[in-house]
Every structure is written in C-alpha cells, then in structure tokens.
C-alpha cells in the first residue's frame, strides 16, 4: 500500500532515491522496482535486515531493471549522514508525526535533496488523526507514537521555510480511517474483536485484488476522509546557500528520532 505516488515525482532509473524513516520499505521497494538507486533509511535495525532481505529477493527474481541498486543505511533523521545534495527525491512518509524536533528534521530532508529535486512528505491528516486522539489515548501516548496532528497549512509552512515550494497535495487511504477509529473505540491492540477482524480482511482483500467498488469508493472519499496528506515539493535553488550550514548543525546536534489536486486547494 503506496502513500506516495510515484508517477507524480517520476521516479525512475537512475534516479537516487532516499526513504527516511522506511519501516517495512514499501516506498523503497517501488522505487527499486522502478529502477532507481535507492537508500532505505532507518534507526531500527532489525527492520532495516528484513528490508535488506527483500531487497535481495527482488533481485533474485527478476524484480528490478538491470542497473538499479538498494541498500539500507541505520542512522538518526536528525543527521543524516549524507553530503549536500544526494538524492533526486527524498521521500518522508508518515514519519515527521513522531518526531519531537521536525523542523531539524525537516532541515535535513532538504538539505540531502538536490536543487531542483523532489521532497514528499506524507503526514496522517488532521481530521481523522484528531478523530483517533479522541477515542484513545492509547493509541498515541506510546514510546514513540505520534507527539502532533498537523494542519496542512503549518506543514506546508514549515516546509516553505526550510526551502521548499510546494507543487501539489493530496489525500490517500480514506478506506483506512474508519478501521482506525474503530480499532481506537474498542482498544488498539484489540485485535481480536469481530469487527476489527472483518473490516481488516475487508482491507487485505481491497489491496490485494483492487476491485472497482472499493477503489471507485476510496477515490471518492480520499478528498473527505483519506487518512494520509501527502504534500509534494521541490527544493528553491536558493535553499543551496544555506546547506552548509545545515549540515554542520546536523553533525553538532544530539538526540534525535530517526485524487491529487493543487497545493493550495488541499482540504486538510
């Protein structure tokens, strides 16, 4: 289940590519599977082995265009250790919630890109997050949950500020807001409860089948209910001044936590 919409940013082979914050490395593995040399980013390094794995066994099968290339890299958001201007596209899906310091991260994100290259950042959306907050504490007072509901417009404040222009926006998963606000009502490691059951193997069908009702209904709904916005930017050429910078504060810092529309008509 893709957040990020990889035909928007083009992404494709020999394009460099960054997932920070990749956890299982679903948008890693697309951009693989499109032929980009891709880093799979992340601080938990038991994932990033799995992530490894398959990574291998995409190879193995054919998976991946002759010249395309990934490894996993463990490390700190905060200081990525990267130089200046790596990668065509750095992609920061659902990550930027649970970090308490998002605009040192936010600086790194940038600082990475290249001038003229691609950001996304996908964020839960603030009327369904808000939803989930209310139902359970639960479900985001935990080691490393979400700390922020974010508005669009302070994201795409923060973001503007740290460089970027934001070109479009969009909604995503409006078919997975209702499974979260039940699994908040019923407790969410309440696994076990008939309707979380049923409404789960409804979702597993929906993506592993693709029907035309489900995704007829979630492209409806994704501008009212999507779960995730996705915000799509490109790094100012006159962000370049500032990198050096950024960087040496990053290298200096301690701490840390590893339908599409225009930008401005974006719903939030």
């Known amino acids: 289940m893709l957040t990020v919409d990889f035909d928007r940013i083009g992404v ?4 460099t590519v960054i997932d920070v914050g990749c956890g299982a490395g679903r948008h890693a593995f697309e951009a ?5 040399d891709v880093v799979a980013f992340d601080q938990d390094k038991s994932e990033l082995a799995e992530v490894e794995t ?7 099968e054919g998976q991946v265009p002759d010249g395309a290339a990934a490894t996993t890299v463990a490390g700190d958001a905060l200081r990525l250790p990267f130089p200046d201007g790596t990668f065509d596209c750095v992609i920061a899906s659902e990550i930027l919630e649970h970090v308490p310091e998002d605009e040192r991260a936010i600086a790194e994100l940038v600082r990475v890109a290249r001038p003229g290259g691609s950001v996304v950042v996908t964020v839960p959306r ?3 997050e808000r939803v989930c907050w209310l139902l359970s504490d639960a479900y985001h007072e935990v080691e490393g949950g979400h700390v922020r509901i974010y508005r669009g417009d302070e994201l795409r404040g923060k973001l503007s500020s740290a460089g970027l222009r934001p070109v479009a926006a969009e909604h995503a998963h409006a078919l997975h807001a209702p499974y979260w606000w039940l699994k908040c009502a019923v407790g969410p490691d309440n696994d076990d409860n008939p309707l979380v059951k049923a409404y789960h193997r409804l979702l597993v069908w929906d993506m592993l089948r693709a029907p035309w009702p489900t995704r007829t209904a979630e492209r409806l709904l994704d501008p009212v209910l999507g779960k995730s916005l996705a915000l ?5 050429e006159g962000a370049v001044k500032d990198e050096g910078a950024a960087g040496d504060e990053a290298a200096a810092g301690d701490g840390g936590t590893g339908g599409g529309q225009g930008v401005a008509g974006a719903a939030d």
């Open 12 to 15: 494709g082979p020999d394009a």
């Open 32 to 36: 693989y599977r499109r032929g980009a």
């Open 54 to 60: 398959m990574f291998a066994a995409m190879s193995a």
């Open 126 to 128: 603030w009327l369904p």
């Open 232 to 236: 799509y930017s490109v790094k100012d």
